[in-house]
T-cell receptor, first 114, second 112 residues
Framework: AQKVTQAQTEISVVEKEDVTLDCVYETRDTTYYLFWYKQPPSGELVFLIR??????QNEISGRYSWNFQKSTSSFNFTITASQVVDSAVYFCALSEAGRGNLIFGKGTKLSVKP | DVKVTQSSRYLVKRTGEKVFLECVQDMDHENMFWYRQDPGLGLRLIYFSYDVKMKEKGDIPEGYSVSREKKERFSLILESASTNQTSMYLC???????????FGDGTRLSIL
């Protein structure tokens, strides 16, 4: 069965701290896609990144970086020098084979305090 | 930029009413989706559509139906609203299987 686990329900940090959000997935597929989304308090889900199963290169975008490791079935997200505007719920998702539906983790609520 | 527009941000209806939630996308996307989001349960897929007039059940279709008469519009219908359908409803669209889904702002629906 396909599954995404975000073990951290809530994380609270002080501004400028680095923070890593964990994501572990389960799938029997050899081809799959992983995603991260951000949901700020206003409610909309904002797409952050997509990774396919054949590309294990880590990615950096400004203060955001992602570490994809197939050996541990993990796709972790790190925010460097966190800011108050990073406060949101972050979702990791796995694209189901065939139909390509997204299977979401339960989300991690990040609070960044000034 | 992809724009997915949901007709209402907040909606209050009464039990037994027939409720329509509308979603429109402007990028000629083939695929459209309806999710509901509840605390502790995350996002769950209600229905999705691969093309006009095509629909498939997601994980929790009971009590809902959908309509896709035009490519840009995907409607979610609560046939007879019940209080357990109070939730945040999110619509999404996507161009192809390997592309990200883009979401609307969500509709917070309360059934009294």
């Amino acid at each position: 069965a396909q599954k995404v686990t975000q073990a951290q329900t809530e994380i609270s940090v002080v501004e400028k701290e680095d923070v890593t959000l964990d994501c572990v997935y389960e799938t029997r597929d050899t081809t799959y896609y992983l995603f991260w989304y951000k949901q700020p308090p206003s409610g909309e889900l904002v797409f952050l990144i997509r990774r396919n199963s054949f590309d294990e290169q880590n990615e950096i975008s400004g203060r955001y970086s992602w570490n994809f490791q197939k050996s541990t079935s993990s796709f972790n997200f790190t925010i460097t020098a966190s800011q108050v505007v990073d406060s949101a719920v972050y979702f990791c998702a796995l694209s189901e084979a065939g139909r390509g539906n997204l299977i979401f983790g339960k989300g991690t609520k990040l609070s960044v305090k000034p | 930029d992809v724009k997915v527009t949901q007709s209402s941000r907040y909606l209050v209806k009464r039990t037994g009413e027939k409720v329509f939630l509308e979603c429109v996308q402007d990028m000629d996307h083939e695929n459209m989706f309806w999710y509901r989001q509840d605390p502790g349960l995350g996002l769950r897929l209600i229905y999705f559509s691969y093309d006009v007039k095509m629909k498939e059940k997601g994980d929790i279709p009971e009590g809902y139906s959908v309509s896709r008469e035009k490519k840009e519009r995907f409607s979610l219908i609560l046939e007879s609203a019940s209080t357990n359908q109070t939730s945040m409803y999110l619509c999404a669209s996507r161009s192809h299987l390997d592309q990200p889904q883009h979401f609307g702002d969500g509709t917070r629906l309360s059934i009294l």
